[in-house]
């Protein structure tokens, strides 16, 4: 059935809405950055700069860097964004754009974020580097889909019960990495998370400036869930539209942090620039590897 005009739209030269990209515009392999000033950060590294495009926050180079070819994208700042960049990088691999029809064979690409975070758990200093295994989304993104079959009933129950959740906020859904890229990804030089995604910055995370927060306990309570050994051990907000998203789409996620903020100690990292380009090298060398 040919998807309509206001579904699945394209610009007058056959790109994408809002990241202005045609299909051959882009490797199986993605990286995606908040930040759009760190789309050239992650490119600087490589051997051959192919495609520069952009459009309003989404900034894309695709190039190639020993050999492989890699697209570096930006998301800028929260899940809405991801709702867009998700959807519409899988519409440029699975979606016949002149038959306005998906296509029989799907492609899955590997989609790995490179993001700044701030640690809820002392031990997990500024500067470090974190793999998100687990994800829980405060955002309620994915209760817009039919999504249950990617999401962790059990953990989400325990949590609920646990932070005593506020009935009136979208109820967390838990999601996971991708196994196979994940094991790519890890070492022993990395922290392996339980990462919350929210959809602020201040109060959402529980940072208070001039407003109060609703809950004041809600970091503790979050710091302090256990389930089955498994701890929450940072905040951020893209990582479970991320891998939500992934899922249900069928491409591999793996969101991975240079943690900048740690909340318990009140501290934050001295040199960011810095640490993110330590998980920027830390991560090409890991692709490439
Ligand atoms: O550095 P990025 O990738 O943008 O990630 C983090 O930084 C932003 C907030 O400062 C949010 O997007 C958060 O998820
Ligand atoms: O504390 C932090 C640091 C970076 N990004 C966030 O979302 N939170």
Redesign the pocket.
Known sequence: MKIAESELILNTDGSIYHLNLLPEDISDTIIV???PN?VASVSNYFDKIEIKKSKREFITHTGILEGKRITVIS????IDNIDIVLNELDALVNIDFKEREIKKDLTSLDII?????GSIQPEIDVDEILVSEFAVGFDGLLHFYNSKQVQYPDIENALVKHTQWFSHKPRPYVVKFNEDLGAKLISNNVHIGFTA?NVG?YGPQSRQLRLEVEDKFLNEKLASFNFRGKKITNL????AAIYGLANLLGHKAVSM??I?ANRPNGTFSKDPKKG?QKLIEYTLRKIIS
């Open positions: 950055v908040g930040d760190r998301t800028g700042i929260g974020r490179i993001g700044t975070s995604t910055f951020e907000m893209e990582t942090n240079c900048l993110v």
